[in-house]
């Protein structure tokens, strides 16, 4: 994250993330605590919201955190009503589940760098993701916990929809990247889905009984191929 701000004109040091838990672990801390960023994180539990509300993080610094279950009907809203608008630094989504059809909806900030997670399972070139369901929740929508998102192909067609470009991925294969095409340097080259994808080395499956299962890539793509996906392009 750090290399790729260095590289990117920056005008407004504002940032929005979904998905952070207690935030203890995020794409938009570091900014925050040591390059004075101001932003609006949103969680879907209560309990990770109050802890971030009791960190010593939420008075240090310029930090807004929202208790909402995110939709693609209610994202703009969330957003609007904290105050943020228009052109802003950095828009991380790691949502588990609808993140290509949250991204789709996002109109009121224009971020200069975003932040999207994969599900690499669907490899390089394949253009899926899961159906939108307003009440998509990953651990409940299929057993083996595999089930969520989007295929990093999917996500940079519709970043060229949107006016971006992808530049990369995280080396553990499940986050990507994209920058704005007119602060796009020539130091950040434009990569196709195949030339960026990393494979995700996590072990995310689970067995029937909910314990962790070590499968191959082909088992894993069998349980993928037998639930429903939307082709986009």
Same mark, same amino acid.
């Given at each position: 994250?750090?290399?790729?701000? $260095?590289?990117?004109?920056?005008?407004?040091?504002?940032?929005?993330? +979904?998905?952070?838990?207690?935030?203890?672990?995020?794409?938009? =801390?570091?900014?925050?605590?040591?390059?004075?960023?101001?932003?609006?994180?949103?969680?879907? /539990?209560? &309990?990770?919201?109050?802890?971030?509300?009791?960190?010593?993080?939420?008075?240090?610094?310029?930090? &807004?955190?929202?208790?909402?279950?995110?939709?693609?009907?209610?994202?703009?809203?969330?957003?609007? =009503?904290?105050?943020?608008?228009?052109?802003?630094?950095?828009?991380?989504?790691?949502?588990?589940?609808?993140?290509?059809?949250?991204w789709e909806a996002i109109n009121v900030i224009i971020p200069s760098v975003v932040v999207l997670e994969y599900n690499s399972r669907f490899g390089p070139e394949r253009s899926v993701t899961v159906p939108y369901d307003a009440s998509f929740v990953r651990g409940n929508a299929h057993r083996s916990n595999i089930y969520y998102g989007a295929s990093l192909?999917?996500?940079?067609?519709? /970043?060229?929809?949107?006016?971006?470009?992808?530049?990369?991925?995280?080396?553990?294969?499940?986050?990507? +990247?994209?920058?704005?095409? @007119?602060? $796009?340097?020539?130091?950040?080259?434009?990569?196709? /889905?195949?030339?960026?994808? &990393? &494979?995700?080395? +996590? $072990?995310?499956? =689970?067995?029937?009984?909910?314990?962790?299962?070590?499968?191959?890539? /082909?088992? @894993?793509?069998?349980?993928?191929?037998?639930?429903?996906?939307?082709?986009?392009?």
């Open positions: 994250m750090q290399h790729l701000l $260095r590289h990117v004109a920056v005008s407004r040091k504002v940032f929005v993330e +979904f998905g952070v838990e207690n935030y203890t672990e995020s794409n938009t =801390r570091f900014l925050l605590t040591n390059h004075n960023w101001a932003g609006l994180v949103i969680d879907g /539990s209560s &309990k990770h919201v109050d802890y971030i509300k009791n960190d010593d993080i939420y008075w240090r610094y310029n930090l &807004k955190a929202e208790n909402s279950f995110i939709t693609r009907d209610n994202v703009n809203n969330l957003i609007l =009503r904290n105050g943020i608008e228009g052109p802003i630094g950095l828009l991380s989504v790691d949502i588990d589940g609808n993140d290509y059809w949250v192909a999917a996500l940079c067609l519709l /970043s060229e929809r949107k006016g971006y470009s992808f530049v990369g991925c995280n080396t553990a294969g499940n986050n990507a +990247f994209f920058v704005r095409k @007119e602060l $796009r340097p020539p130091t950040l080259p434009e990569l196709t /889905s195949i030339q960026g994808f &990393k &494979k995700s080395q +996590f $072990r995310e499956s =689970r067995d029937p009984d909910g314990r962790v299962a070590v499968m191959t890539d /082909s088992q @894993e793509l069998a349980i993928l191929n037998q639930l429903p996906l939307v082709e986009v392009s």
